[in-house]
Antibody, heavy 130, light 109 residues
Framework: QVQLQESGPGLVKPSQTLSLTCTVSGGSISSGGYYWSWIRQHPGKGLEWIGYIYDSGSTHYNPSLKSRVTISVDTSKNQFSLKLNSVTAADTAVYYC??????????????????????WGQGTTVTVSS | QSALTQPASVSGSPGQSITISCTGT?????????VSWYQQHPGKAPKLMIFDVSNRPSGVSNRFSGSKSGNTASLTISGLQAEDEAVYYCSSYTSSVVVFGGGTKLTVL
């Protein structure tokens, strides 16, 4: 079965760029039809969606983070990545990657539902501090 | 996109049923059947429990059920068990954006 694993620095200095990678195992990131997603959770708080990259390469981001976020995919390594620039202490959080199965359609190609995020990584803690 | 509104906490005794509400707007929860529910135990990643308002992924107990009325979605857990104690998040997908609720802490007394 598909598994996801986040990796990257656990400590980032203020104003620098946070860079994380999610490695997909047990399946191909190019298999199609999935939204490869990033979600974060501030200490003791709820979930915050960051964004996703669709297998066509198109991206969608949380409007509140859009100006600082880039999500990309490397199909040769079966990985997708998150870059968040100009970080501050407010970006300290546990960062999760997830596979989102996205919208599904009926016989006439009309959207009828949304599958949700069915596979998650274990999460990685990133602290922003000097 | 504003976060969806959930009660901060609910509680119930083993064997009882509880319901967690998730209130959005006519632009998100009320507009489509794109509501999902996630369970998160302390220190663990969230787990998908319900999608399409009321569908369960394979392997999720049928004690978990979902519904929607207007702009409010609900998650019902019947036959409460100690292992159900966790934080539950609702989520809505609208216009290519995902929004989560603030989370509800379920305590099994």
């Amino acid at each position: 079965q598909v598994q996801l694993q986040e990796s990257g620095p656990g400590l980032v200095k203020p104003s620098q760029t946070l860079s994380l990678t999610c490695t997909v195992s047990g399946g191909s990131i190019s298999s199609g039809g999935y939204y490869w997603s990033w979600i974060r959770q501030h200490p003791g708080k709820g979930l915050e969606w960051i964004g996703y990259i669709y297998d066509s390469g198109s991206t969608h981001y949380n409007p509140s983070l859009k100006s600082r976020v880039t999500i990309s995919v490397d199909t040769s390594k079966n990985q997708f990545s998150l870059k968040l620039n100009s970080v501050t202490a407010a970006d300290t959080a546990v960062y999760y990657c997830a596979r989102d199965k996205g919208v599904h359609y009926d016989f006439w190609s009309d959207p009828i539902g949304y599958y949700g995020m069915d596979v998650w990584g274990q999460g990685t803690t990133v602290t922003v501090s000097s | 996109q504003s976060a969806l509104t959930q009660p901060a906490s609910v509680s119930g005794s083993p064997g009882q049923s509880i319901t967690i509400s998730c209130t959005g707007t006519s632009s998100d929860v009320g507009a489509y059947n794109y509501v999902s529910w996630y369970q998160q135990h302390p220190g663990k990643a969230p787990k998908l429990m319900i999608f399409d308002v009321s569908n369960r992924p394979s392997g999720v107990s049928n004690r978990f059920s979902g519904s929607k009325s207007g702009n409010t979605a609900s998650l019902t857990i019947s036959g409460l068990q100690a292992e159900d104690e966790a934080v539950y998040y609702c989520s809505s997908y609208t216009s290519s954006v995902v929004v989560f609720g603030g989370g509800t802490k379920l305590t099994v007394l």
